[in-house]
């Protein structure tokens, strides 16, 4: 069975600071993971993902995120943040087996403060 | 704008009753997929149709149902609802069959509230 740790509940940061949302993965086979980000009253939109091969993943909006395979984690970094990335962000994983069936973890809310 | 286009945006209702949520993918789009975010259980997914046939199924309960019509929309039945029922019903929409090499699109969602 797959699973999905995201660490932090809560980021709070300031405006141009740096920043790392933590995800952590569980599964026994290959999978593929992904960050979405949630904005209020909004749909999820997705950030990045990462499928194969390099192991660093640029996505929209500046962010880019690394898979760690030995460590099982794929964290989102931000080398400088803006308020408007206050938002809901979500890392998931899906395979194929089975059907294609995505799960998320629960969620990091960042706050960016001015 | 996604681009996909749910309806109603707000449904309240109480406890017992049925509801039917609807849900117009992307032009183009053959697969809807429909998820489920609650305070209690997260965001979670529901089930997959791929034109007009279910590919997938997550953690859906008896009581929901979801198909797809011969235009592509689709719909999530949800009967005999109970006050933990109530979340924000998702929908998404991808191109082809369902991979990680397609991008899910999302719609704004339709808020359930079950008094």
């Known amino acids: 069975a797959q699973s999905v740790t995201q660490l932090d509940s809560q980021v709070p940061v300031f405006e141009e600071a740096p920043v790392e949302l933590r995800c952590n993965y569980s599964s026994s086979v290959s999978v593929y993971l992904f960050w979405y980000v949630q904005y209020p009253n909004q749909g999820l939109q997705l950030l990045l993902k990462?499928?194969?091969?390099?192991?660093l993943v640029k996505g929209i909006n500046g962010f880019e995120a690394e898979f760690n395979k030995s460590q099982t984690s794929f964290h989102l970094r931000k080398p400088s943040v803006h308020i408007s990335d206050t938002a809901e962000y979500f890392c998931?994983?899906?395979?194929?087996?089975?059907?294609?069936?995505?799960?998320f973890g629960a969620g990091t809310r960042l706050f960016v403060k001015a | 704008d996604s681009g996909v286009t749910q309806t109603p945006k707000h449904l309240i209702t109480a406890t017992g009753q049925r509801v039917t949520l609807r849900c117009s993918p992307r032009?183009?789009?053959?697969?809807v997929y429909w998820y489920q975010q609650s305070l209690d259980q997260g965001l979670q997914f529901l089930i997959h149709?791929?034109?007009?046939?279910?590919?997938a199924k997550g953690n859906i309960l008896e009581r929901f149902s979801a198909q797809q019509f011969p235009d592509l929309h689709s719909e999530l039945n949800l009967s005999s609802l109970e006050l933990g029922d109530s979340a924000l019903y998702f929908c998404?929409?991808?191109?082809?069959?369902?991979?990680?090499?397609?991008?899910?699109?999302f719609g704004p969602g339709t808020r359930l509230l079950v008094l």
């Open positions: 032009s183009g789009d053959l697969s």
């Open positions: 998931a994983v899906s395979r194929n087996t089975g059907g294609f069936k995505t799960i």
């Open positions: 149709y791929y034109n007009g046939e279910e590919r």
């Open positions: 990462y499928l194969s091969g390099s192991t």
């Open positions: 998404a929409s991808s191109v082809y069959e369902g991979s990680a090499r397609e991008t899910q699109y």
